[in-house]
């Protein structure tokens, strides 16, 4: 009688295949299930949770906003300018820019071609400013290449490629490394981009230097922004 009932119980759980005893093992574990304590508990460790991303997003976006705020107060306008005159003599050293002190522009100010930097403003009038070129042999400039974070002097030589000596005596440079204005300048903003190493003189002395080609063609420009602090 035992067998048959053995048999019976084995073939009734085939046939519904332990759902039987998933029903059984639910109500038997029903009171140590997660109750309401256990759910505000998991409640407020998401709320928590939540909580600590969102003032750290509110931390990053002071940040942000901080920095964003320097820099508005370290570049505060951009001016347009034409160019309206250049001297043959003087292709590489300077051009004449059809706005002055009258518009906003005055001596330091950063000047920028299409791409990059070229200058900085020498002299003005009331309605013109000269601008000293990076190519004029008496232009020096504090950059670095960012990808290396090594620091220089761009010099310009009075040709369409000013040269580039290094304060390390193994920079680490590639031709096509970008360079830019130095973070460590005080008197132009940081990271304008300037030009890219077209060669590099490992084994020139006293230091390594390197061509730079600048972004912006100083022979090509007709128009110009000047940065103005």
């Known amino acids: 009688m035992s067998w048959l009932f053995l048999l019976a ?4 759980v ?35 949770e939540k909580l600590i991303r969102l003032r750290s997003l509110e931390n990053d976006n002071k940040r942000l ?21 250049r001297s043959p003599k003087g292709w590489w050293q300077k051009l004449e820019l059809g706005k002055g002190q009258l518009h906003g522009i005055d001596i330091g100010d950063v000047v920028l071609g299409p791409g990059g930097l ?16 990076l190519t004029a042999p008496n232009s020096r400039l504090g950059v670095w290449v960012p990808r290396t974070q090594k620091h ?3 010099i310009g030589r009075g040709t369409s490629r000013p040269q580039l000596q290094f304060f390390d005596k193994d920079p680490k440079v590639l031709a ?10 005080t008197l132009l903003p940081p990271n304008l981009p300037v030009g890219v190493i077209q060669s590099f003189d490992n084994r020139a ?4 230097n390197a061509s730079v080609q600048l972004i912006a063609s100083p022979e090509a420009i007709d128009w110009v922004k000047v940065y103005t602090r």
Request: proline share 8%; net charge neutral.
């Open 118 to 133: 070229i200058g900085r403003v020498a002299s003005i009038t009331p309605t013109t400013a000269r601008v000293t070129l």
């Open 14 to 48: 085939r046939f519904t295949k332990g759902a039987g005893f998933t029903d059984a093992f639910a109500l038997v574990t029903r009171p140590f299930w997660p109750g309401s304590a256990q759910r505000e508990w998991i409640e407020s460790g998401d709320y928590l």
């Open 176 to 185: 096509g490394d970008v360079v830019s204005t130095s973070p460590a300048s």
């Open 205 to 208: 002395q006293p230091v390594p």
């Open 65 to 85: 906003r901080g920095l964003l705020a320097l820099d508005q107060e370290a570049v505060t306008s951009q001016i347009s300018a034409p160019v309206i005159s």
């Open 9 to 12: 119980f084995l073939g009734l």
């Open 152 to 154: 220089g002097l761009l």
